[in-house]
Each structure stands twice: as C-alpha cells, then as structure tokens.
C-alpha cells in the first residue's frame, strides 16, 4: 500500500489558491499607486483583487489545496486593501473619524476572531456554530448572505472613492447621489444595509471573541 506523498513547502506556496493571493496583492499594490491619478482603474483593479478573494476559494476547495497560509494571505489581503482605501477616504472625506473608526473595528474584530478561534482549538475563523447570535451565524453560514454584505461594503466605499472630491462631508456626498434617481437611491440603499449589517457583524464578531479570550483565561485560573 502506497502512502500519500508529503507535499513540500515550495509547492504549498505555489498552490493555485495561493497564486491567485499573490496576484491580489500585485493588483492592490499597483491600484493604490495609482488611486490619485486614475480613480476609475484604481476602483476596477480594487474591485477584481476583490472578486479573486471569492476564486481563491473555489479553486482551494476545487483542487483540495486549502491551506492555513492561503487562510492567512487572504485575511490579511482583504484586511490591508480595506484599511488602505478607509485611510484615503478618510482624507477626502469630513469627518475623517468615521472611516478611521470603521478601520479600526474591522481589523480589531477580525484580529479578536482569529485569536479565539486559535485559543478554541478551531481549525477555522468562520466556525461559529457554537455562538448564540443568529445574525453572526448567519452571516458565516451563509455563503449567499456573506458575499452579499462583503460586496455591499466594498461597493460603498469605491463609490464613495469615485463620487469624492477634496474634503466633502460624506453625508452631503450620499444625500445627493440619492436624489440623484429613484435606481440610485434603491442601489444605494441596497448597498448601506449591506454595509450596515457587516459593522454590525464585526461589532458582535468582536464581543463574542472577546468574551471567548476572557472565558479562557477564567478557566485556565481555574484549572490550574
């Protein structure tokens, strides 16, 4: 009986999943250089560094190569790209705080996640079934529904990006593109509660997380 050959380091780095990573950051990297000069490439090369995160996936499953470093690279892929585009729109946009707030909740919800998922001896971040939200595992059991809010949220900002000019407040920004027709104001609706629902995920993704770290520290103390 033939045992399965151990893969090595090399050919993990250069799983199909882990390439596609690879390019992602490429396209992030040239995207931001150029976000100033050209903002309508700088949003379509964004917004296909976003749509590989969901083909990097697909292909990980497709060619059994999911792999804890493709895991990390995408986190961190998705994570970077949204902090860089909420640093620049909190430059273009009054008041700077909420974007740099938003940046701060999804990398801070996020980094908690992660953690406790480690402390829980969990395999992977979106394993939630155990949680007592239902929005929460709704939001990571459902495919469908988490794309929608992750597109939504990706969405807003590059259409903020776009409609942006030199220090604008962001409610004046979306109130006239609003008024602007009935489909836009439908299309904009769509995407802020999107957006909305995701804030409101990382909101509970970081108290559960949380209260997951502080459990673990309790009963270590207890044990030991």
Excluded at 33 to 56: H, M, P, Q, R, W
Excluded at 75 to 89: E, F, G, H, K
Excluded at 107 to 125: D, E, P, V
Excluded at 132 to 159: H, P, Q
Aim: hydrophobic share 50%; charged share 15%.
């Amino acid at each position: 009986m033939t045992s399965k050959s151990r893969p090595n380091t090399l050919s993990v780095y250069l799983y199909i999943p882990n390439i596609i990573g690879y390019i992602r950051v490429l396209l992030n990297c040239y995207a931001f250089a150029i976000c100033f000069t050209n903002k309508e490439l700088f949003s379509i090369l964004y917004f296909i560094s976003f749509v590989c995160d969901a083909l990097d996936g697909w292909f990980a499953r497709k060619f059994n190569q999911v792999s804890t470093f493709g895991a990390v690279l995408d986190m961190v892929t998705d994570r970077i790209s949204t902090a860089c585009l909420l640093v620049i729109l909190s430059q273009v946009y009054r008041p700077s705080f909420v974007f740099l707030s938003l940046l701060a909740l999804d990398i801070g919800s996020h980094w908690f996640q992660m953690y406790s998922t480690f402390l829980a001896g969990k395999s992977n971040h979106k394993d939630v079934k155990d949680s007592t939200s239902w929005l929460f595992k709704l939001y990571y059991g459902n495919r469908m529904f988490m794309g929608y809010c992750c597109v939504a949220c990706e969405l807003l900002y590059i259409t903020l990006f776009l409609l942006a000019k030199e220090s604008e407040k962001m409610t004046d920004v979306l109130m006239s593109a609003a008024k602007h027709s009935i489909i836009s104001s439908a299309l904009l609706a769509f995407l802020l509660f999107g957006w909305a629902t995701k804030q409101l995920v990382n909101v509970i993704q970081m108290k559960t997380a949380a209260d997951l770290c502080v459990l673990y520290d309790i009963n270590k103390k207890h044990n030991a």
